[in-house]
């Protein structure tokens, strides 16, 4: 059987990035990863079906029709890491009816199946995306959906018009890979909008590589003296694994810094990026003569909830803690937590001591409400410190210093109002029971 090994370069070149890809992949937090990674895998399996392309019969078509294949799933499966609604059910379903139509389609076309049949397929192309989307219309609609409708829809109509004619076939294959391909592209700069050197070659990379299937026809059909190596037109798949390579590093150095200066358990900034945060709210309040407050929070009862409900319990009341002191205050303002039971909340101007105080007293109610933890219902209550600059501290550790002092104050303040609540109560449980006796009279 005849064989390419010409395409053997581009097997091991292609191979060697997807390994490479793979053990970025291994180590990144991307949902999207492993699309991209199967997307390569197809990639290889394209220049490797490539190379068995030469081979007559049978054998050859077959061979022909696995690249093309290939390579179609490939970009179907790289637009699809890129859908920003990937959890909705329609979305899957999208997916198949995509992967279905274009297998239909490539396999048709490329085996010669009769006009009836290649008409059919070409018209389920457009048909196909086209009912599922009006299908699901009222449930959930999106401008990238719409968009892939259209660009299906076209396709389906170019192809209807050229695919019979004399040289069609190439001409259909061409615009069937350049559809595809300018879907991803349109997907990535959608998902990817970010000034980063990973995300610009991914897109560009994407962008050169749907041109490359009609700058390709174009030059063969107006230079066709001009010799182009065939590693040319492959030059935008190195350039976009390159892309998605720093894609992921970049989103690995994001994340560290995240776990850096975010709580793990809650999300929420923790005491490094607080304290930054504080020094920020001090010194803008400093250069505007305005006022900042800070509110220093303190849990009730959370070592006997971890003592009766177990640590998991406890990790799921902080989570609710931190959800709820969230949604109370403003997107400028910050929540974070600073120990094991401690909060603290940083209140940016313009704010004054009466609203900083009516915050405080909101998130103390919040803390009353019952909350239900392993089917039971507990309450945890919290004592408050509120410091507000310049009033209480002219720096940013003095005011630290004041919200702790007048949180503690407080805790002790209710400790001591539940001893004599439960002094009291022991009391009357002792005169109950000496009546019960008959020694009262």
């Known amino acids: 059987m005849p064989v390419d090994w010409s395409k053997l370069p581009d097997v091991i070149a292609v191979g060697l990035l997807a390994w490479a890809f793979a053990s970025v992949a291994r180590r990144s937090y991307a949902p999207v990863s492993a699309h991209w990674m199967t997307g390569w895998v197809l990639i290889v399996v394209h220049f490797a079906a490539l190379m068995f392309a030469p081979a007559p019969g049978a054998w050859g078509t077959l061979a022909q029709a696995l690249a093309v294949l290939a390579l179609v799933w490939a970009g179907l499966l790289f637009t699809r890491a890129s859908v920003p609604y990937k959890g909705e059910n329609s979305s899957r379903l999208m997916l198949i009816v995509l992967l279905s139509t274009y297998t ?23 048909a196909g995306p086209l009912a599922l989307a009006l299908t699901y219309s009222r449930r959930f609609s999106h401008p990238l959906r719409w968009f892939v409708v259209g660009l299906n829809a076209g396709l389906s109509v170019v192809l209807l018009v050229f695919q019979n004619r004399p040289n069609g076939g190439d001409f259909a294959l ?44 174009v030059q063969i059909a ?53 304290q930054d945060r504080l020094a920020s709210a001090v010194e803008r309040a400093r250069r505007t003569r305005t006022q900042t407050a800070l509110l220093m929070v303190d849990l009730d009862h959370f070592k006997q909830v971890n003592d009766t409900l177990g640590h998991h319990a406890g990790d799921l009341l902080l989570q609710n803690v931190a959800r709820l002191f969230s949604g109370r205050v403003r997107r400028s303002d910050t929540v974070a937590r600073t120990g094991g039971d401690e909060f603290a909340v940083i209140l940016e101007s313009p704010i004054s001591r009466e609203e900083a105080t009516h915050v405080g007293a909101d998130l103390m109610k919040l803390l009353m409400e019952p909350v239900e933890l392993k089917n039971r219902v507990i309450q945890v209550g919290g004592s408050l410190g509120v410091a507000v600059f310049p009033e209480d501290a002219g720096d940013m550790d003095s005011l630290c210093i004041t919200a702790d002092l007048r949180m503690y104050e407080d805790k002790r303040s209710r400790e001591g109002d539940e001893a004599l609540r439960c002094e009291n109560c022991e009391q009357l449980l002792t005169v109950e029971r000496r009546t019960e006796l008959g020694m009262v009279q």
Not at 224 to 249: D, F, Q, R
């Open 104 to 126: 239909l389609y490539v396999a048709a076309l490329m085996l010669q199946a009769p006009v009836w049949l290649l008409n059919s397929a070409a018209g389920l192309l457009g």
């Open 174 to 217: 061409n615009a069937t890979l350049f559809a595809v391909y300018m879907g991803c592209a349109i997907h990535f700069l959608h998902m990817h909008r970010r000034a980063t050197a990973g995300a610009f070659i991914s897109i560009t990379g994407f962008f050169i590589w749907s041109s490359v299937f009609v700058v390709g026809p």
């Open 222 to 274: 107006l230079f066709p003296y001009v010799n182009i190596e065939s590693e040319v037109w492959n030059l935008p798949k190195y350039v976009v694994a390159v892309g998605m390579i720093l894609l992921l590093l970049e989103d690995q150095v994001s994340h560290s810094k995240h776990l850096a200066l975010h709580d793990d358990l809650t999300g929420l900034p923790n005491r490094r990026l607080f």
